[in-house]
């Protein structure tokens, strides 16, 4: 028997479906069961914008460059394989249907459209945070066609290496199209695609070693990710109310993966990196729907492994895997790879998961994390070209160069595009009580306390320039509070002021400074860092072999690098001139120059130098 509410529930949606403009109630999640419900949430997308300066030309650009992809290319691999024509050219690299896929010596037709759903997420985004209209008309447009390929007794996934993998990446993207672009057809065609992909779907999340331990054809078959489907399980369940999703998220949390982690276990090593880091994200989904705090705990301590075998620059994995600590493998890789840390891909999995702990702790050094990864990787990534370039590992090696990725269109042309979106939602949070300021990067948010339309305008250069500027607009005086991160690096003289004077509360470094008190149009915080300089160590094995970094950024060395320096040396760098993001110092062999990452375009350079006292 239905019951009222569940009629009510389904006529709703109808409704939404059958009639347009589709009024923004239709679109708001299903009521489903959830187990907690973080303090602080994010903005919608629209409410945050992103002010002149880098990231916004990153976004920019991404949006760009997806919104004039060719809609025949995207589609001809899952039109192929359903035996369709299939017009268009080919999108190459990894993205194409062919035969010639062979590892490790060629990677051409790795995952044919595996990054459709990312793509689509990518611009579904971009449309919520600018309302373009020619953007919310090309997602629309791609689920219709897309949905045409969608069989579900379909052979789309017959042979196919990384079912889970694909089937994840095109469910994220069918959610975000219904929910940020008010795509009515996605849910219907997300449901379809989800039962064309679970014949090929094993009975549980595997890992890498159950993989390897089962029959396959060949290894590309032995590296699928099903430990990062919950995740997205999840959100359909709570974007449809279709049980059958909570059960199938269920179904793929990797007990044997979160379980030790929950217990403080590092299981980490030796797994590929990305992918694990991404799979955290699943455990806070599974703590939030579930509400069990196994989840919870699983994520935070992961998260710390993670940070504990990071490079100066926040990112980690060299060669795409974790290492074992106490062995001074971080170190040793600085000689034997250039495959550092898989930016784009790595940064956004970072995001994502210290934005979940972040709203659920409410614990500053998850913002501490995030820049870190932000200024030092994703800000540096050099743009994505229309034939699909891609940037995909920092180098971090003693002779490092920023390079292009060989193959056209990999895992991280996917990722790219939705990180840039994010930037905004990742800026700021909501609270009962008023808004968190998380990243201090130039840009607006508008919200609505106690029905009273504020906006917060953000100006700053920051990390460059040592401050920022907040300044509130509202129609009428509002109480309410505004949390500043205080990242764990600044230095004692790291001030804040409002409207003036200075604040009251006591700035204390590795928390958020509360700001409580009734805001009026003009007011202003204005907020002083010290940015004390400081050497990393690369390992605890290897205590001189560091890194320079000030405040949030690390600073690189440009070739030609001296044989020989002290830490006295490094830490006295001064910068080049005020309007320069260079600094300097004076070693035995002459004046060494260091630069941050996103300043750095084909010259040799390294992270890392042996320091000599
Ligand atoms: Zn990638």
């Not at 589709?22 to 489903?32: D, G, K, L, P």
């Not at 070693?209 to 699928?224: F, G, I, L, S, Y």
């Not at 702790?361 to 913002?367: I, K």
Request: charged share 20%; glycine share 8%.
């Amino acid at each position: 028997m239905t019951t009222r509410r569940q009629f009510l529930r389904t006529t709703s949606l109808a409704a939404g479906l059958a009639i347009a403009p589709i009024s923004r109630r239709a679109w708001a999640s299903q009521s489903v069961q959830i187990g907690v419900v973080p303090p602080l949430s994010v903005f919608d997308y629209a409410q945050v914008q992103l002010l002149d300066g880098r990231l916004r030309e990153q976004f920019d650009h991404n949006h760009d460059v997806f919104l004039h992809l060719d809609e025949d290319a995207l589609l001809k691999p899952f039109r192929q394989r359903e035996g369709l024509p299939a017009p268009g050219p080919d999108m190459g690299g990894w993205y194409d249907n062919a035969d010639d896929f062979s590892p490790p010596e060629n990677f051409h037709a790795f995952i044919p459209g595996h990054s459709f759903g990312q793509y689509l997420s990518g611009l579904a985004r971009a449309y919520a945070v600018t309302g373009s209209s020619a953007t919310q008309e090309k997602v629309h447009r791609l689920v219709k066609a897309f949905g045409e390929t969608v069989e579900p007794a379909g052979k789309f996934y017959r042979g196919y290496h990384l079912p889970a993998y694909t089937y994840d990446k095109t469910s994220c993207g069918l959610i975000d199209a219904h929910e940020f672009a008010k795509c009515p057809d996605a849910l219907d065609v997300h449901w379809r695609a989800t039962q064309a992909a679970l014949p090929y779907l094993p009975e549980k999340a595997l890992s890498r070693a159950e993989q390897r331990a089962r029959p396959h054809n060949m290894v590309a078959d032995t590296w699928d990710e099903t430990y990062t489907l919950p995740e997205n399980f999840f959100l359909a369940y709570r974007r449809s109310g279709k049980s059958e999703y909570r059960d199938l998220a269920v179904r793929f949390i990797e007990q044997d993966y979160f379980g030790p982690l929950a217990e403080g276990q590092n299981v980490l090593p030796g797994e590929h990196a990305y992918s694990h880091v991404n799979a955290l994200s699943s455990a806070m989904q599974s703590y939030l729907v579930l509400g069990d705090e196994k989840y919870l705990k699983a994520a935070r301590n992961g998260l710390r492994f993670v940070d504990e075998q990071s490079y100066a620059t926040g990112g980690w994995g060299p060669d795409e895997a974790f290492v074992p600590p106490g062995k001074g493998l971080l170190d040793a890789s600085l000689g034997t790879t250039h495959a550092s840390f898989e930016t784009p891909c790595g940064a956004y999995g970072h995001f994502k998961i210290t934005r979940y702990l972040l709203r659920t702790t409410r614990d500053s050094r998850y913002g501490d994390s995030m820049e870190r990864i932000l200024y030092n990787t994703i800000a540096g990534a050099t743009p994505i070209l229309a034939d699909g370039t891609s940037f995909y590992y920092s180098d971090y090696n003693n002779s490092a160069r920023k390079v292009h990725y060989r193959d056209k269109w990999p895992c991280c042309s996917g990722t790219f595009p939705q990180l840039t979106a994010d930037y905004g939602i990742s800026s700021y949070y909501k609270s009962e009580d008023g808004i968190y300021v998380n990243l201090f990067v130039p840009s607006r948010v508008s919200w609505s306390q106690n029905n009273t339309q504020c906006t917060l305008t953000q100006k700053t250069d920051y990390p460059h320039s040592e401050s920022t500027q907040l300044a509130f607009s509202l129609p009428r005086p509002e109480t309410f509070t505004v949390y500043i991160r205080i990242p764990a690096w600044a230095g004692a003289k790291t001030n804040v002021s409002v409207s003036g004077g200075r604040a009251e509360a006591g700035v204390e470094p590795g928390k958020f400074l509360a700001l409580r008190r009734t805001w009026k149009e003009g007011d202003r915080i204005d907020v002083e860092f010290e940015m004390p300089m400081r050497l990393e160590p690369v390992d605890p094995e290897n205590r001189n072999n560091v890194a320079l970094v000030r405040g949030p950024v690390a600073l690189f060395a440009v070739a030609p690098t001296p044989s020989k320096i002290t830490s006295k040396q490094l830490l006295a760098a001064t910068k080049v001139a005020q309007s320069s993001h260079d600094w300097k110092t004076q070693t035995d062999a002459g004046v060494l120059t260091l630069r941050p990452f996103a300043d750095i375009m084909s010259e040799d350079y390294r992270l890392y130098l042996r320091v000599e006292s």
